[in-house]
């Protein structure tokens, strides 16, 4: 599909992939994802980099909540929540205020916090409704059991998830299949005024963020 290509990503970069079925827009997507390793040459990657990858099949749960469904997104800053926790009880606990493993706990506690509000931990709860709202839910099916949704709301679900998780590049393949005007603008909006990079598929017309 692909003969010596290079292709490097750079912050707030905006990549449309434009091309007929079959062309490899998804293999691409799949190789820069992991999902897929390439026969030859090599894909790195910065250090601190997170990728968001949003797949043309969907892969939510049946049973669960929309809400349980899209507050997944944030199983990292429960992990961190409860590392906090724990932190905070052992320090609590200690009288060695001038050890180097005191010490050592304050920094722990301290970056476990840092990571906790650039994840979004604060404000999680107002994210899941605004992204969930913004990609075209009604309050009234937050609390409806995911196996009623079709297909086309399942992707947005799944949309919603990554997002919500702030990934420093998003992947999208054909991210507005099933999207509204409205939605579709609300994705752009979104995108337009985030810091990460995106790279989007399409067949037709690409889903550019100008």
């Not at 393949?173 to 985030?194: A, C, F, G, M």
Request: hydrophobic share 35%; net charge negative.
């Amino acid at each position: 599909l692909f003969d010596n290509i290079s292709l490097l990503i750079n912050p707030k970069d905006r990549i449309g992939l434009v091309g007929k079925n079959g062309a490899g827009k998804t293999t691409l997507l799949r190789l820069i994802v992991g999902e897929q390793q390439p026969t030859s040459g090599s894909i790195s990657y910065n250090g601190e980099c997170t990728i968001g990858y949003l797949p043309q099949q969907m892969r939510v749960a049946d049973t669960t909540t929309l809400v349980e469904e899209t507050a997944k997104a944030f199983d990292e800053v429960l992990k961190l929540e409860a590392e906090i926790a724990r932190l905070t009880r052992e320090i609590a606990e200690r009288t060695d205020y001038e050890s180097s493993d005191y010490e050592s706990l304050l920094h722990r506690l301290n970056e476990a916090t840092d990571h906790y509000h650039i994840l979004g931990g604060d404000t999680r709860e107002a994210d899941i409704e605004k992204t969930l709202l913004g990609l075209g839910f009604k309050r009234s099916d937050f609390q409806r059991a995911t196996s009623e949704f079709s297909g086309g709301w399942r992707m947005r679900i799944e949309l919603a998830k990554l997002l919500l998780r702030r990934p420093s590049i998003f992947l999208l393949d054909e991210p507005t299949n099933h999207l509204d005007i409205e939605s579709i603008q609300w994705l752009e909006d979104y995108l337009k005024n985030s810091t990460a990079r995106c790279c989007s598929s399409r067949t037709t017309a690409p889903f550019w963020i100008t």
